[in-house]
Structures are given as C-alpha cells and as structure tokens.
C-alpha cells in the first residue's frame, strides 16, 4: 500500500507544481511547516539526560498532573503526535506506567488546540514572517555550539522559525490562489460534506504525519475563503482522527504497554470524533454563544473553529475520564500480557515464580530518546538476573524459592532437595541466558550513538555487569561438578566444606536476589556487609585445608579440588556482587545514584574484617533491615 501511494501523491505534487505556481507555493509553506517541526523535535530530544524522567516523575504523579503535563507539553511542542510518540517511547521505558501515559494524551489533546488559537489569533493577522527570520538567523547560530544544551535550543528556534514561515507561506499561496480558482464552489453542505470533510482532513493528517498542518492549512484556507466554515469544521474533526495513525506507527514495535497507549488514544480519538459529529449542531450553538460572550465577531470564522477545535476535545476529555480504571482494563482485555513460558524448568509445576526467555522490556520505540533507552537496558539487565538466579539456584541444587527462606539457608547442611538434576546448566544458559545476554548488548550498540557521555558511559557499566553475570553462570557450572560428587560423601570433613561453600553462594544469591526485588536504600550497605564476609571465606589463608590434611579427614586430591572450588565459589559471589551493585547503582541519566555512597570501600572492608573475629565466621543473613522497616 505504502508503495503505491508514495508514487500517486509524487504525481499529484508533480502534476499540482505544472498546474499552479501558487499551489507550489501553498505546497512549499506544508514543507517548510513539517521540516519545522522536524527541527523542534530534534531540538528537544537534546534536554535529555535524565532531565526527561525527573520532569516525568514529578509530573505525573497524579491523572490530573499528567493531563496537565499533556498539556503543556504539547502547547510547547505543538505536535500532539509528537507527545503521543514519547509517551509511548516512556510507557515502554517503564518510566510512567499506562494511566499515567492516558492521562498525557488526553492533556495532549486538549494541547493541541493551542496552535489553533495562535493561528487563527496571532499567525493570520500579522506579518509573522518578520519574526521567523531572526528565529532562523540566532537557530542558525545557535546550532554551530559543540554544548548540546545551546546546539538543541539553536534547532528549537529554528523549528519556531520554520513553522513560522510555513504558515506564512500558505497564507500568501491560499489568498492568491483564490484569484485563479474559488475551491469554495466544492463545498458540500449536510451529513454528506461532514463526512467526506472528516475523511478528507483524516486523509490529509496521515499523509502529512501532524494535525498542526491540516489545521494551519485548513484555517489559512477558511481565512481566505477557499473552504466553507461547515466544512472547516470537518476538516478538524477528521485532523483529530488522523493523527491517531502516527501513534499507532510508533507503538508498533513499542512493549505491549506502548500498543495499549496507542490503542486508547484510537479509542479517545474516534470516540470524541464520533460525538462532535452526532453532534455538530447543538456544537455551533455553543461556538456561537462564547464568541459573541468573549467578542468575536460572528464572521471570525478562524477564531470560531478555534472554540470549536477546544470545545470537542475538552468534551472529549470530560467524557472518558470518569471511565479511567474501566478503560485500562479494557486495554488490558484487548491486549492480555503474553503468557509466560515456563523457561527454566528448575521445579515442581507448583513453583510460582517462572524465568521467562525472551526479552521484555527491548524496543525500538524507546530507543528515540536516551533516557527512555537507557531505562529499558536497565529493566531488561533485572529480567536478565532474574534468570541468572534462576540457573544459579538449580546449579546449586535448590529451588528458586529456597532463597526467600533466610531460616531455611541455615539448613543447607541437610541433603539437597528434591528437584530434578538432568538438565545440564549450559543448556540452560544457550536457552534461558544467552539470547537476552545478546538482545541487549545489540540494542546498547544502536541506542548509545544518540546518548551523551555519561550515558554511554553508564552504558559500557552495564555491559560489564552483563558480562560477570554470564561468568558467574559459567563458573557455577564448574563447580557443578564436584558439588554433586562430595555433597554426598560419606567423608564427613569434605563433605561439610562442601555444604558449606553451597551455603556461601546461596546465602549471597538470596541477600542479592532481596535487593533485586526490592531494591532498597541501604541495598549497597548489604552488599557491603556481604564483602566484609567473604574477605574472611579464604580457605588457604584460614588454615583449614591444612588442618583438614594433617587430620587425615581429606586426601591432597580432594584438599586441591577443594581449593579450587572454594575460589570458584569467591569468584562467583565477588562477580554478583558487583553485578548488583552496578545495576542497582545506575540511573537513566548515566551517572550513578546517590545509593553509591553508601557501599563500603575497600578500607571499610579491610577494617571490619580485621576486627571480625579470626577463622570461618557463622553464615547468617546479611539483609540488615527486615520489611517491616520498610527498606
């Protein structure tokens, strides 16, 4: 389809171009219109760098915020698509979650009639292409600084320029277009020109990809007189329905909660479509009564479009917020979560919690702003240790589960439990690991050319992290081996070394998996504490394997193999460690959260572990706050 209509609207163009100078004229100020708001949309991409997702979290705390953030938002950018699609790029990100993405679009919406006003207010009654050229000259300017905070205010005021001179353009094109052609004699009174009006300015917005250019050239066209106030009206209605098709666009390789966004503004869009056409007359009624209660002039039609284009999305608003809570649910109804694979098979079919093997939280829709990018790479680096716990925990002969029982920890001393040991762990990590491993450090090579420098920065942090989470899985696999030779040896003192070093690693992988969840304030204090114990878990440096030998208990085979393990063992607990701390510590601006500081340094560790008591310490809970603290 997209094929065939590329060459018919070039022929059209082309055709229009030979016809008429003015229409090429009318033509170049849509152009230039379009290429403005291109330039606006480049320009406020550069205010990223977490400045994006603090605005966001405090301004959409509540429905009535994020109307309001619609609102200004879209008054700002004048582009309602433009909103819909970061939105949808932020909805994916996990940075709002979907009523809040609703209430934006609804205040979007209602945004959007802004530029109606100041066409038909300001554009249309001045010689606004005075004001376009210095905007284009200090753009210009502006654009050649290396800062990227001067070179995107430089493509905003260019964009403003641009739009400017767009519409003026038009104008000019329309009011001289008139003396040739009077398009006013194809006006088509009744249902009849309501509906093909409504299609026609639905056609048009799709073509063009924004609402702003049907409106400025219906209103540039309305004030010239070359269309019809009845069917101006249409025209509106039918920009409003339109513009759904480039949210839609790009939500189509959006998460699940990006298509359901879309999926309400179609619904909000053509439901406040559907009721300003059932209801256009008693509409021009009230049109007609606030002009003349605010003073316009019964044949300022521009201005009464304007009331028009505000009044049926504020109905439109009105009417489907009391229906929020239902309309999320239908959304919901429409487009279910996909059902979770059962991915990594560690237990029983009673266990609640399942490994899923695909990507969730990847898209390309998020990958427009480096915020939004940078958010996801890190909700999906939490999916990933999901799985990674989950292949450790079955590596270790436990059960997922297992690692929520602090009291059942302390009891690892007992035989492993009864799960199924024949799945090999590579396996396991070809299916349930590797894919997400690549998935992201695919999307992080595409998304951090547009990112700043902290971001890429925290980018390459988190490739790192990525990387000791697959080490720490590879080295569990080594120490697979001996586990489930000595676990059950009827030599008692290789037998407890070995209990005791699944213990170890258990006990760091349940106080990370704690802090994965939950992710707490005093998290990185935890993992500090968890450091502090290992520093004491040396094998060699504790005498243990020597007392162990000379106590005939092992043999110089099992004391080597021992060794080794036992170092496995560090390497795995030291590698999660900082696999958590790394994650827990980023942030979608790319500089590390304040929780840094609050991880012990290397000192700290030294000194507390110099004061810790000499020889293997008892292996208890290193969560240091309980949840009815609420940390």
């Known amino acids: 389809m997209q094929r065939l209509l590329l060459p018919l ?65 879209t008054s700002i950018m004048q582009s309602s698509s433009l909103v819909s699609v970061i939105t949808i790029s932020f909805l994916s990100a996990g940075l709002i979650n979907l009523a809040q993405g609703i209430g934006v679009i609804f205040g979007a919406n209602i945004g959007t009639t802004t530029g109606a006003w100041l066409i038909a207010g300001v554009g249309l009654k001045v010689q606004i292409s005075v004001y376009a050229m210095p905007l284009l000259v200090m753009g210009s300017v502006l654009t050649l600084q290396s800062r990227p905070r001067w070179h995107g205010l430089g493509y905003v005021l260019a964009g403003v320029g641009f739009l400017f ?92 909660n990006g298509k359901r966004l879309a999926l309400a503004l179609l619904i909000f869009n053509f439901a406040t479509g559907l009721v300003a056409i059932l209801a256009i007359s008693p509409l021009r009624v009230v049109v007609d009564v606030i002009a003349s209660l605010v003073g316009i002039a019964d044949t300022d039609y521009t201005l009464k479009l304007s009331i028009f284009h505000s009044l049926f999305n504020l109905i439109g608003v009105a009417m489907m917020l009391p229906w929020m809570k239902g309309l999320v649910r239908l959304l ?20 609640e919690r399942r490994a899923d093997s695909d990507t969730r939280y990847l898209n390309d829709a998020a990958m427009a702003y480096p915020d939004a990018a940078l958010k996801v790479i890190i909700e999906e680096i939490r999916h990933l240790l999901s799985n990674m716990s989950a292949v450790i925990a079955y590596g270790l002969y436990l059960k997922r589960q297992e690692l929520d029982d602090v009291d059942r920890l302390q009891e690892l001393d007992a035989e492993p439990t009864d799960i199924d040991f024949s799945r090999d762990l590579s396996e396991m990590y070809q299916q349930h690991i590797k894919g997400i491993y690549s998935d992201i450090i695919e999307y992080s090579a595409r998304a951090e050319t547009g990112m700043n420098a902290d971001q890429q920065r925290q980018v390459f942090r ?170």
Not at 240 to 251: D, F, L, Q, S
């Open 462 to 631: 988190l490739k790192t992290t990525c990387r000791q989470a697959v080490e720490a899985v590879k080295d569990v696999q080594h120490l697979r081996k001996n586990l489930k030779k000595y676990l059950f040896s009827p030599n008692t003192g290789i037998r407890n070394e070995y209990r005791h070093i699944r213990r170890l690693v258990a006990q760091v992988l349940a106080e990370l998996e704690s802090v994965r969840k939950e992710r707490p304030m005093r998290g990185l204090l935890s993992i500090g504490r968890l450091r502090v114990m290992l520093d004491r878990e040396d094998i060699i440096a504790s005498g243990k394997v020597d007392e162990l030998i000379r106590s005939h208990q092992i043999t110089g085979t099992a004391a080597t193999s021992l060794i080794n393990d036992s170092a496995y063992a560090l390497k795995i607990s030291h590698n999660l460690i900082a696999v958590m701390e790394s994650w827990l510590t980023a942030t979608s601006e790319g500089k590390s959260s304040v929780t840094e500081g609050l991880a012990l340094n290397a000192d700290e560790i030294a000194s507390f572990s110099a004061e810790g008591k000499a020889g293997r310490p008892e292996l208890v809970s290193a969560n240091p706050v309980n949840k009815e603290q609420g940390l």
């Open 332 to 351: 919901f109804w429409i487009l279910p979560d996909r059902e979770r694979r059962t991915g990594l098979q560690l237990a029983v079919q009673s266990e």
């Open 9 to 73: 609207i070039c022929i059209a163009l082309f055709y229009g171009f030979w016809a008429s100078e003015h229409f090429t004229t009318i033509a170049a100020g849509v152009a230039v219109f379009l290429f403005g708001m291109t330039l606006l949309e480049q320009g406020f991409k550069a205010y990223s760098g977490g400045a994006l997702e603090r605005i966001l979290s405090r301004s959409t705390k509540t429905t009535g915020r994020s109307l309001a953030f619609g609102v200004v938002t």
């Open 165 to 256: 001179l767009g519409i003026h353009y038009m104008k000019e094109g329309f009011d001289a277009f008139k003396d040739q052609i009077d398009l006013g004699a194809y006006a088509l009174p009744g249902l009849r020109g309501l509906l093909i009006y409504t299609l026609l300015g639905a056609a048009a917005t799709v073509i063009m990809q924004s609402s702003h250019a049907t409106l400025v050239l219906t209103i540039t066209a309305l004030a010239s007189g070359q269309i019809v106030y009845d069917n101006a009206l249409a025209l509106a209605i039918g920009a409003n329905i339109g513009t759904t098709v480039t949210a839609v666009i790009g939500a189509l390789k959006a998460s699940r």
